[in-house]
């Protein structure tokens, strides 16, 4: 690991003064592990846990206000969350391990980076090392033609397959979640549709944080009165493992018929993916099994599979219709 | 295989005995050497500075140092000062304050418990926060050791497995990982211990599955998972 220096933050102005040195960190549980694989080198730490964003408020709206450092655990046990954005709390519960939940923070979550093993590797994006554009732009993408049974269907280029990781991110996605960040240049929020970035051909660029900006809160809207939300993960094993794939809905019936409903997906996509496409499908209809599956038809229309992940088209379809029927019983 | 590890004990007899080390050069550098000194203060000895001196002591020494071994070594600071990259930091571990001078801000909690404080009781296994070895309580929370640095841990309180109980006054998770035998080869016992007592407090539901699931982030390779879940459940009765 490369040496570092480190400060501890412990005001808003000073954490921004100093971003520039380094990086941020909060739990560290993407950090840390990434700077034993050198696949993070920063030269400055600069430690936020101090900055008082640890609350999760009530807004006069009837909406809440995350902070950035409340903890995976905390805003997944937290009793409003749990009563009103059950999606939420589920997505985080089925995610990581309760040690991992208990440090990893709601900002730090949502700057997770992929699982991607070549991604991963120390050398990768090196002279000798796997191509990876997410490391090094225009070494290459290993991925394409190596082990990507794990790897993404929708978003992705002919530049990077890598899967965005997050549960809390799809949950999220679904309530339409607003980033509040600040920086440099000041205060500013970003819909967490435009948030993550695709790959393209500028797979290193995966948010839309500028330099030095710092995640402060993040804001989910009042629930949809008599709405209901479900989030259901599929993966290798029961627990403690990344999604093949999840789905989140937050749906409201009345009369047998959809009033309303948002989509997102997991453990699919190269960012965490709401589909418009599927909400187009449902939004009106009757909530029942052949509309459900027209939805992930639809939701999955798009999906580029490899030889080794095309398996996970029908997976994502039969567990998106699943979530729905869940949602919607 | 077994030409490998014949080629492999070739290579072994090879060194030995003409090449074997003198007595004083045979003593493992497992830490630095003033956290050596600090365990021999006061006439006390560490069990690891007992066991890395085995090479230079031989057997003589007999078991009488290992009975002496239980006390913890007195917090003490060793001499180096702050460069780049190092910091001074007082850690509060198991009710006691550590001052620790010149530490590396690249050591993890984990490396800082084990090899300057010398709790060697919580393990080092993936040291990527996926099979819980490492497993400590920060503030009364479970987390991994492995995946936190030691600088940003001043003020907090840490609690270890030496701090939950000792061999004459166990905790009741101890206890009750020995009555139903919750372990094979023992590695990852402490860590899981430290979860099970974690999640005491935590709000999880009352089954055995619900057990299980809060015990998802501990691996024990011997398998002694159907144990682990009788020791809990019974702590949690």
Same mark, same amino acid.
């Given at each position: 690991m490369q040496t570092f220096n480190y400060v501890k933050a412990t005001s808003l102005d000073k954490a921004l003064a100093g971003a520039s040195a380094g990086k941020f960190i909060a739990g560290g549980t993407t950090l840390v592990d990434l700077m034993k694989l050198s696949v993070e080198q920063p030269g400055a730490l600069v430690d936020i846990n101090l900055l008082p964003l640890d609350k999760i408020e009530k807004l006069p709206d009837g909406g809440i206000r995350i902070g950035a450092l409340v903890r995976n655990s905390d805003l997944a046990w937290n009793a409003d969350v749990k009563e009103r954005y059950a999606v939420l709390s589920e997505a985080l519960l089925s995610g990581a391990s309760p040690q991992l939940r208990n440090m990893a923070t709601t900002g730090g979550n949502l700057l997770q980076r992929t699982r991607c093993a070549y991604f991963r590797e120390p050398s990768a994006g090196t002279p000798g090392g796997y191509g990876c554009n997410k490391r090094t732009p225009g070494s290459g993408c290993a991925a394409l033609d190596g082990f990507h049974r794990t790897h993404a269907i929708l978003g992705t280029s002919d530049h990077c397959i890598a899967t965005h990781p997050s549960d809390m991110c799809v949950a999220m996605a679904a309530l339409e979640a607003v980033i509040h960040v600040e920086g440099p240049k000041g205060k500013r929020t970003i819909p967490i549709g435009e948030f993550h970035k695709l790959p393209g051909d500028t797979p290193n660029i995966e948010n839309a944080l500028e330099p030095g900006e710092l995640v402060t809160y993040v804001d989910l809207p009042k629930p949809i009165e008599g709405s209901r939300s479900v989030y259901l993960k599929l993966r290798d094993r029961a627990s403690y493992e990344f999604a093949l794939a999840s789905a989140a809905v937050v749906a409201k019936v009345e009369g047998g018929h959809i009033r309303y409903v948002r989509v997102a997906m997991g453990g699919v996509g190269t960012k965490p993916w709401r589909s418009h496409e599927a909400e187009a499908e449902l939004t009106g209809k009757s909530a029942d099994a052949a509309i459900f599956r027209k939805a992930a038809e639809a939701a999955l229309a798009a999906a580029r599979p490899r030889a080794d992940n095309a398996f996970k088209v029908e997976l994502a379809k039969r567990c998106l219709v699943r979530t729905l029927k869940l949602a919607t019983a | 295989m077994a030409d490998t590890a014949d080629l492999h004990l070739k290579h072994l007899r090879s060194q030995s005995p003409a090449q074997e080390l003198a007595p004083d050069q045979q003593t493992l550098e497992l830490e630095p050497l003033d956290g050596a000194d600090a365990a021999t203060k006061g006439g006390r000895?560490?069990?690891?500075?007992?066991?890395?001196?085995? /090479?230079?002591?031989?057997?003589? *020494?007999?078991? *009488?140092?290992?009975?002496?071994?239980?006390?913890?070594?007195?917090?003490?600071?060793?001499?180096?000062?702050?460069?780049?990259?190092?910091?001074?930091?007082?850690?509060?571990?198991?009710?006691?304050?550590?001052?620790?001078?010149?530490?590396?801000?690249?050591?993890? !909690? !984990?490396?800082?418990?084990?090899?300057?404080?010398? !709790?060697?009781?919580?393990?080092?296994?993936?040291?990527?926060?996926?099979?819980? *070895?490492?497993?400590? @309580?920060?503030? /009364?929370?479970?987390?991994?050791?492995?995946?936190?640095? *030691?600088?940003? @841990?001043? /003020?907090?309180?840490?609690?270890?497995?030496? /701090? !939950?109980?000792?061999p004459d006054n166990l905790h009741p998770m101890q206890a009750a990982f020995v009555e139903h035998d919750g372990y094979q080869c023992g590695y990852c016992t402490s860590g899981q211990i430290m979860s099970a007592v974690a999640l005491l407090k935590e709000p999880i539901g009352p089954t055995d599955e619900d057990i299980k699931s809060a015990m998802a982030g501990n691996i024990c390779r011997c398998g002694a998972y159907t144990n682990i879940v009788a020791a809990v459940r019974q702590v949690r009765a």
């Open positions: - | 000895f560490s069990r690891r500075s007992f066991l890395s001196g085995l /090479g230079a002591t031989g057997l003589l *020494a007999g078991a *009488a140092p290992l009975a002496a071994a239980a006390p913890a070594i007195e917090p003490v600071a060793d001499e180096s000062t702050d460069t780049a990259g190092s910091a001074t930091v007082t850690l509060r571990i198991n009710g006691k304050d550590y001052t620790l001078r010149g530490l590396d801000t690249r050591a993890t !909690l !984990l490396d800082t418990l084990r090899e300057r404080v010398h !709790l060697t009781g919580t393990k080092k296994g993936c040291d990527h926060g996926q099979c819980g *070895a490492c497993t400590v @309580h920060v503030n /009364g929370r479970r987390v991994n050791s492995c995946l936190s640095f *030691a600088v940003m @841990h001043e /003020g907090d309180e840490i609690t270890t497995i030496e /701090g !939950l109980g000792q």
